[in-house]
């Protein structure tokens, strides 16, 4: 594959980029070590994908040549006085995270992990409206109609791996983790309460075995809710990487 030989040429060209740095002058001795360390880094994740390429992206693979290239050439002092010492720390910052990033475009094992993890907090966040609608709390129901913006923000952002959506996700998770803790308590207890059972009812006007049937709905959509958050917030927290 045409890909593995730029990703290997990408690696080469971030190796040959850190003698440069320790020559430089611009920068301080612990930013010197902190480029260092990241650089060694970048071009061991390119060199360890550049073993592993499964689908031929050949123009990305450019662009991340060119990218080092760049970064090659801005790796002298009197190019840092310039373009100016913030610009060139934050190239660096990117290379780095096209490093960590790269596999989900070059291996398919990867991203289908990540779309499973997307599909887990998809189906966690509309069991979270659901229970919203079912749950007889117009606390509740407002705190949903609040977040629904943020929560669809965050939908399409981690679809497109943008690192807003990563964000976005660990911030409206635990309202609705919360909420189905919530459920499950409030159903409980009242299927152990014969009086909560009547009360319940006669305020919805039906029988007491579709309020058991209620309770119990109630219940397992938030206990597998919580699970599929839960498990969405560690898969997210595990491919963080993937996210630009």
């Known amino acids: 594959m045409r890909s593995r030989a730029i990703l290997e040429d990408t690696a080469e060209v971030i190796e040959t980029t850190v003698p440069r740095v320790q020559r430089m002058k611009t920068l301080t001795g612990r930013e010197r070590e902190r480029v260092i360390e990241k650089l060694e880094e970048a071009s061991r994740n390119f060199r360890e994908l550049a073993a592993s390429v499964q689908n031929d992206n050949e123009e990305l693979a450019e662009f991340f040549f060119k990218k080092a290239k760049e970064l090659k050439n801005m790796s002298v002092d009197r190019e840092i006085e310039r373009e100016g010492k913030g610009k060139y720390l934050k190239l660096v910052d990117r290379i780095l995270i096209y490093s960590r990033s790269a596999r989900y475009d070059f291996q398919p094992e990867a991203m289908k992990e990540l779309k ?12 979270f409206f659901v229970l919203s609608g079912l749950y007889l709390n117009r606390f509740i129901a407002i705190t949903a109609l609040i977040l629904a913006i943020p929560i669809i923000l965050s939908m399409l952002a981690l679809q497109r791996r943008g690192h807003l959506g990563l964000l976005l996700a660990y911030s409206a998770i635990p309202i609705p ?13 009242a299927l152990r309460d014969p009086a909560k059972i009547q009360e319940i009812a006669s305020a919805i006007h039906k029988s007491t075995t579709f309020v058991h049937g209620y309770l119990l709905v109630l219940a397992i959509l938030g206990a597998t809710e919580i699970y599929l ?6 898969g997210l927290y595990k491919h963080r ?3 630009l």
Do not use: P
């Open 177 to 189: 983790l919360i909420t189905g803790a919530m459920a499950i308590q409030y159903s409980l207890a």
């Open 241 to 243: 990487h993937a996210f």
């Open 116 to 127: 499973g993890v997307y599909r887990r907090y998809l189906f966690g966040m509309t069991l």
């Open 229 to 234: 958050l839960v498990s969405a917030m560690i």
